[in-house]
């Protein structure tokens, strides 16, 4: 067992170190989906099974992110994950679940403001998948706003923006 204090870089190094045991055959992973990427990464190709319990970022999710690394590098452009399996459901049916309970307590027209972390593997994913089932919901986003790009009073900024926007509902007739 090893501690890697859910750092990206402490992953990778953990599931080296167990890599190099012959008698290590599967690990259980990292905490993060970014960390658990990392590992994934790491262990490639060295005929060790990772199974993870908490990274819910999709397999598109990781291979887009993969695609997006190795464009820059000129590597590979593929990623095979048959040897990594998860033991919670992804983002996909996490943000489907939301987009349900969202149009169940809401009647169908309403917008979504939507915020979130970027630069994430996991809130990459989960933005991805959200918008997806949002529109196959046929619910709208109005905007889409990074936590980077803005402040507490930013936030507030945007809330209440939102807030008094006009609505098909209370615009002015002409």
């Known amino acids: 067992m090893a501690d890697d204090e859910n750092d990206q870089k402490n992953a990778v190094k953990?599931?080296?170190?167990?890599?190099?045991?012959?008698?290590?055959h599967?690990?259980?992973?990292?905490?993060?989906?970014?960390a658990t990427f990392n590992q994934v990464n790491a262990l490639r190709g060295k005929g060790i099974v990772l199974i993870s319990g908490t990274s819910t970022a999709t397999n598109q999710a990781y291979r887009s992110k993969y695609r997006q690394e190795q464009q820059t590098t000129g590597g590979k452009q593929t990623m095979d994950l048959n040897w990594?399996?998860?033991t919670v459901s992804t983002t996909d049916k996490g943000s489907q679940k939301?987009?349900?309970?969202?149009?169940?307590?809401?009647?169908?027209?309403?917008e979504i403001l939507l915020f979130y972390q970027d630069k994430d593997l996991f809130a990459d994913s989960y933005r991805h998948d959200f918008k997806i089932?949002?529109?196959?919901?046929?619910?709208k986003i109005y905007?889409?706003?990074s936590l980077h790009s803005v402040d507490e009073k930013g936030i507030d900024r945007e809330l209440q923006q939102f807030k008094t926007k006009p609505t098909a509902g209370n615009q002015a007739k002409s």
């Open 133 to 139: 089932h949002a529109t196959k919901a046929n619910l």
């Open 14 to 24: 953990a599931a080296l170190a167990f890599e190099r045991e012959p008698f290590v």
């Open 143 to 145: 905007k889409e706003v």
């Open 26 to 34: 599967a690990l259980i992973g990292a905490y993060s989906s970014q």
């Open 98 to 110: 939301l987009v349900e309970a969202i149009t169940r307590l809401q009647p169908r027209g309403h």
């Open 84 to 86: 990594f399996f998860r």
